[in-house]
């Protein structure tokens, strides 16, 4: 089993910055790809971004591509996105999951991962 706590979410100025925390427990975090999805009121949830297990290719929707950056520290046993330039569609509950894969796998389907987060708001404030 492994558990996934998230933080860093809040409100943030249109243009700004704010860096989320997926940290993981239970469980070696290591062989594990991860994603953040985002689900706004009235939409789907979507993709937004994956790290491979060794975090050597990371992997961005083309709505933030550019904006975000994903990245892991193995030693922390936590993976973070990195909101840049935040834009009033990025409004949404984030959440990141986890799923044992191997090497350079990755996925962008909400359903191939196991483990979840609890969510966190990020909101554009303008």
């Known amino acids: 089993q492994v558990q996934l706590v998230e933080s860093g979410g809040g409100l943030v100025q249109a243009g700004g910055s704010l860096r989320l925390s997926c940290a993981a427990s239970g469980r070696t975090f290591s062989s594990y790809a991860v994603a953040w999805f985002r689900h706004a009121p009235g939409k789907e949830r979507e993709f937004v971004s994956a790290i491979t297990s060794s975090g050597a290719s990371t992997y961005f929707a083309d709505a933030v591509k550019g904006r975000f950056a994903i990245s892991r520290d193995k030693a922390k046993n936590t993976v973070y996105l990195q909101i840049n330039s935040i834009l009033p569609e990025d409004t949404a509950v984030y959440y990141c999951?986890?799923?044992?894969?191997?090497?350079?796998?990755?996925?962008?389907?909400?359903?191939?991962?196991?483990?979840w987060g609890q969510g966190s708001q990020v909101t554009d404030s303008s």
């Open positions: 999951a986890a799923t044992s894969t191997y090497v350079n796998t990755w996925y962008a389907e909400a359903g191939r991962y196991t483990y």
